[in-house]
C-alpha cells in the first residue's frame, strides 16, 4: 500500500468532496466543521464519498466509522490511522 | 445480547407461480412475550367488520372546543396523571438532553399561539417552518393549530427553488426557521416571497437572535403569556398543508382539516400498536407527512413519550439511542433499513435492545430480505405500511397481531375499503376483483385524514376521484388472503430514499442552467435509496460533454433544489426522447437505462425532425 502524508489524504478528502457537493467553495470550509451542516451533505452523500475514499485511497471505511469522516480534520486523522501515514 | 423476542420464520406455501420472487420469503408468524401488551387489533376480520366511521367521530365529539389536534394532543391530557408524563425526550445533535411534559410542552404552544396572535396572523393563515428535529418545532405545529392556522412543514433539505415554490403556491404568511436555514436558504429569496410577512427564527444553539427583517423566538415566543384557549373548531377546519410532487406541474399542497386527528389517533393504535406506556421512536424528517403524523399528533394522542433525535442517521448512534431509551416502538424507513443492515448485526449483538416490541416501516416499499434481517437480528420482524400524503394517515398494514408477509404492505385498516382498479379509456373505473392481477391502487373516500383540496389546484384534486375512488397512482396487486404488494408507480414520479420527486421539478431546474438545452429526469434503481435520481441532458451547442461540466451542473442543481432532489448521475445524450405532442418519454429513458426492450416507440420523434 502505498504511504500517503497527511496533505495526500487532505487533498483526496476535499476532491471527493468536491464530486459530492461541487457548488461548495471548499476552500473556506472550516476543518472542524461537519460537512453534512455546512455543505448539505446528506447520509446519501455520506456513503457515496466513503465508497469514493475506499476507490482511492484503498481504505475501507465500516459503517460505524461514518460519523468519523464527517470533518475534513476528523477524516483526515481517521484515515492517517487506518493507513499509518506519515 | 440482541432483543430476546421470540418469533418464527415459518416455512409455508404460496402461490410461487403468482408471486415470483416472493415465495422465496417464508411468512413470519409470531408469539408474544408474556409481559408485553395485547395487540390493540386482537382479530383483523373482527375489528373490520364491527368499524363504523360514526362510532369513531362519535369518540371524538363533546370537547368544548369542537375537535382541534393541539387539543387532543396535549390539552386532553393536563386534567390527569399524564399531565406530568414525558411527552418529548429530545436528544440534540451533540448529546444533549431535554424533557418536555405534556404540561411543559403545553404552555409553551399555549405562548406561541398568544405570538401569532400578537402578530395579527389569522386563523386559515399558512404558518411555514423550516426546521429540524428541535423541540421549537412541536411548539410551532402544535401552536400555529391551536390558532386555527394552518401548519406547513418543509424538508430543511430542500434547496432556494422548492421553498421559494411551496411558499409561493401556499402563500406564507409566517415562516419559523432557524439562523442558519434564514441566512443560507431564505434571506437570498426573501424578496420574491411576497405574501411573507413575518420571520421567526431559532437561533443557533437556541440562542438569542438580532437578524433585521426577523422575530426572535426567544424574545418574541417565550415571552408571551401562557394562557390561551382554543377557539371552537369546526373538524372540517383546515390543519395541515403537506407537498408532494406529481410527474408533471408544480408541486401539489395536499390540505388536511383538524378532524384528521381521528385517523392519526386510530392508526397509531392499529398500525404502530401504540400502548400508554410506550417509548416510541419515528425517526421520519419532520418535513415529510410522517414526521407530521406519527412523528408529531399521534403519539400524543396516544399520551405516550416520543424520543426526538436531531442528529442523522448513523448506526451506532441509533442503536444507542434504542438501548439507552428503552424504545419499545420504532417507526423508520427502508433507506435506513437498509443502511442498518450494511452496517451489520454486530452492533445490535453488543447491545440490550430487548425493549423493542413492535418494528414499522413506510415511505417505500420495504424489500422482503429486509425484513427476514429485522427478524433474524432483533427477533422483531419489521411491519410494512402503506400510505401517501394524501391520505394523510396509514391505510393499508402489517399488524402486530398478524403474520407478516415480507414484502407486502400488509391488508388495508378497518374502515379503509381498498381495490385494485383498472382505468378505462373513457376514464370509467373497473375494480379487479380476481386476486394477484396488477392495477390501480384506489381507496373509497370518506376516511377523516384524506385530503381535502389541492392548495389552490381544483383540477388536479378532481382528477384523482373517478367512479367514486380516490386513484392513488401506485400500481399493486391483492394476494388471495387480502394482502396487497406494491408493483410500482403509474406515473414517473421518483421515491428516492423517501421522498417523493416530481421530474418535472428536477428537469425545470436544470433547464436554467446555460448550457442544458434539454433534460430528461428519471429514478434509477439504488440498493440503499430505493431510486436515485439521474438525469439525462442534452448540450446547448458550444458545450462539450464531459466530466467537468457533469459536476458543474449537479452543483448547479444541488444549489437551487437541495441534496434530496437534485439528480446524483447526469447522462449526456444527443436529444431527449419525446411523444409526437412533445412530452418526454421516461419510460423510454428508464427503460435504456436498465437495458429493457424499449416497447412500442411508434409515438417517438425520429432525430432530426423537430
Excluded at chain 2, 377523516?448 to 367512479?467: E, T
Aim: proline share 6%.
Amino acid at each position: 500500500m502505498t504511504a500517503y502524508s497527511r496533505d495526500d489524504l487532505r487533498a483526496a478528502y476535499l476532491a471527493e468532496l468536491a464530486r459530492i457537493a461541487p457548488e461548495a467553495d471548499l476552500s473556506s470550509l472550516d476543518p472542524a466543521a461537519d460537512v453534512r451542516e455546512e455543505l448539505d451533505i446528506d447520509s446519501m452523500d455520506v456513503l457515496h464519498l466513503v465508497t469514493a475514499l475506499h476507490a482511492r485511497l484503498g481504505v475501507d471505511v465500516p459503517e460505524r466509522d461514518y460519523v468519523r469522516v464527517t470533518t475534513l480534520d476528523g477524516a483526515v486523522a481517521y484515515l492517517a490511522t487506518r493507513l499509518g501515514a506519515t | 445480547m440482541g432483543a430476546s423476542g421470540s418469533g418464527a420464520i415459518a416455512a409455508r406455501g404460496t402461490n410461487a407461480a403468482a408471486f415470483g420472487g416472493v415465495a422465496n420469503h417464508p411468512r413470519i408468524s409470531k408469539t408474544r412475550r408474556a409481559d408485553e401488551p395485547a395487540p390493540n387489533v386482537a382479530d383483523y376480520d373482527e375489528a373490520r367488520s364491527t368499524f363504523r366511521w360514526s362510532d369513531a367521530r362519535r369518540a371524538f365529539e363533546g370537547r368544548p372546543f369542537g375537535l382541534n389536534i393541539a387539543y387532543e394532543a396535549l390539552d386532553r391530557h393536563l386534567d390527569g396523571p399524564r399531565a406530568d408524563h414525558v411527552a418529548i425526550r429530545w436528544l440534540g445533535k451533540h448529546g444533549e438532553r431535554e424533557e418536555w411534559t405534556y404540561r411543559s410542552l403545553a404552555r409553551e404552544t399555549r405562548r406561541f399561539a398568544r405570538a401569532l396572535e400578537s402578530l395579527e396572523i389569522a386563523p386559515g393563515d399558512r404558518v411555514y417552518a423550516l426546521l429540524g428535529r428541535v423541540p421549537e418545532l412541536f411548539v410551532t405545529a402544535l401552536g400555529t393549530l391551536r390558532h386555527r392556522a394552518v401548519l406547513c412543514p418543509m424538508f430543511s433539505a430542500f434547496g432556494p427553488d422548492p421553498i421559494r415554490a411551496r411558499m409561493t403556491i401556499g402563500q406564507a404568511r409566517v415562516l419559523v426557521t432557524t439562523e442558519r436555514l434564514y441566512a443560507r436558504k431564505i434571506a437570498p429569496i426573501r424578496s420574491e416571497l411576497g405574501s411573507l410577512e413575518h420571520v421567526i427564527l431559532v437561533g443557533d444553539d437556541r440562542a438569542s437572535t438580532a437578524v433585521p427583517g426577523t422575530h426572535d423566538w426567544a424574545t418574541l415566543v417565550a415571552s408571551a403569556p401562557d394562557e390561551h384557549a382554543i377557539a371552537p373548531t369546526d373538524p372540517e377546519t383546515p390543519a395541515l398543508l403537506h407537498f408532494t410532487s406529481g410527474t408533471t406541474g408544480t408541486p401539489k399542497g395536499a390540505l388536511h382539516v383538524h378532524e384528521a386527528v381521528v385517523m392519526h389517533h386510530l392508526t397509531g393504535g392499529w398500525a404502530l400498536d401504540l400502548h400508554p406506556d410506550d417509548v416510541f421512536w419515528c425517526t421520519a424528517d419532520p418535513g415529510w407527512v410522517t414526521g407530521t403524523s406519527y412523528g408529531i399528533i399521534a403519539p400524543l394522542t396516544h399520551g405516550v413519550t416520543m424520543i426526538v433525535d436531531e442528529g442523522e442517521l448513523d448506526a451506532e448512534r441509533w442503536y444507542d439511542t434504542l438501548a439507552r431509551e428503552r424504545v419499545t416502538v420504532w417507526y423508520t424507513a427502508p433507506t435506513a433499513i437498509r443502511m442498518l443492515m450494511k452496517a451489520g448485526a454486530e452492533p445490535v449483538r453488543t447491545r440490550d435492545l430487548s425493549s423493542l416490541r413492535f418494528l414499522a416501516s413506510v415511505g417505500e416499499p420495504l424489500n422482503p430480505d429486509a425484513v427476514v434481517w429485522s427478524q433474524e437480528v432483533f427477533g422483531r420482524p419489521f411491519h410494512d405500511n402503506w400510505w401517501q400524503t394524501e391520505t394523510g394517515g396509514i391505510m393499508v398494514a402489517n399488524l402486530a397481531s398478524a403474520e407478516v408477509r415480507p414484502g407486502s404492505m400488509g391488508r388495508p385498516l378497518p374502515g379503509v375499503e381498498a381495490g385494485i382498479v383498472r382505468r378505462g379509456d373513457d376514464g370509467s373505473i373497473e375494480e379487479i376483483v380476481a386476486p394477484d392481477i396488477e392495477g390501480e391502487l384506489a381507496l373509497r373516500p370518506g376516511w377523516p385524514s384524506m385530503f381535502r383540496a389541492y392548495w389552490g389546484q381544483p383540477d388536479r384534486y378532481a382528477k384523482c376521484f373517478a367512479d367514486g375512488w380516490y386513484l392513488t397512482g401506485d400500481l399493486a396487486r391483492r394476494d388471495a388472503d387480502g394482502y396487497f404488494w406494491f408493483v410500482g408507480r403509474a406515473d414517473d414520479v421518483i421515491k428516492s430514499a423517501g421522498h417523493l420527486v416530481g421530474p418535472f421539478e428536477v428537469e425545470s431546474a436544470l433547464l436554467l442552467h446555460p448550457a442544458v438545452a434539454e433534460a430528461g429526469v428519471i429514478g434509477k434503481p439504488d440498493p440503499i435509496a430505493g431510486e436515485i435520481i439521474k438525469a439525462f441532458v442534452a448540450l446547448k451547442p458550444g458545450f462539450a460533454a464531459g466530466d467537468a461540466l457533469s459536476l458543474e451542473i449537479i452543483g448547479f442543481a444541488r444549489k437551487h433544489l437541495g441534496p434530496a432532489v437534485a439528480p446524483r448521475e447526469i447522462a449526456f445524450v444527443d436529444s431527449v426522447p419525446r411523444t409526437r405532442s412533445g412530452k418526454i418519454m421516461r419510460r423510454l429513458l428508464k427503460a435504456r437505462e436498465l437495458g429493457l426492450p424499449e416497447g412500442d416507440t411508434s409515438t417517438l420523434e425520429g432525430p432530426g425532425s423537430s
